[in-house]
Nanobody
Framework: DVQLVESGGGSAQAGGSLRLSCAAR????????MSWFRQAPGQEREGVAS????????GYLDSVKGRFTIAYNNDKNTVYLRMNNLKPEDSAMYYC?????????????????????WGQGTQVTVS
């Protein structure tokens, strides 16, 4: 069983920063791909950033490139999302997700269905 525990959400003004954390509570299993998704009211959930724990490489939604940074601490099995220069359009519920399938092999890191573990979500509000 994998449990994802998120933290770090909250309110920020435009141009501000927030740092989200997601601790994967695991036993013998570690995810090959850990990602952040977000969903604003009335909108589809979209992939924001992904980290391949095997290749140690990252991928980003185009609209957050240069502003958001995903990082992974393999000792703590924790993934982070540093969000700089926040915009009101970044307001959403942010979800941490993990899957045993590698991020890049099938070109579907941004799709919800391959992820088998999800956090409870943490709200980000930018005004």
């Amino acid at each position: 069983d994998v449990q994802l525990v998120e933290s770090g959400g909250g309110s920020a003004q435009a141009g501000g920063s927030l740092r989200l954390s997601c601790a994967a509570r695991t036993g013998t299993f570690r995810s090959a791909c850990m990602s952040w998704f977000r969903q604003a009211p009335g909108q589809e959930r979209e992939g924001v950033a992904s980290f391949s724990t095997r290749a140690r490489t990252t991928g980003y939604l185009d609209s957050v490139k240069g502003r958001f940074t995903i990082a992974y601490n393999n000792d703590k099995n924790t993934v982070y999302l540093r969000m700089n220069n926040l915009k009101p359009e970044d307001s959403a519920m942010y979800y941490c997700a993990s899957r045993p399938l590698d991020c890049w092999t099938r070109g579907d890191w941004y799709v919800q269905s391959p992820y088998n573990y999800w956090g409870q979500g943490t709200q980000v509000t930018v005004s």
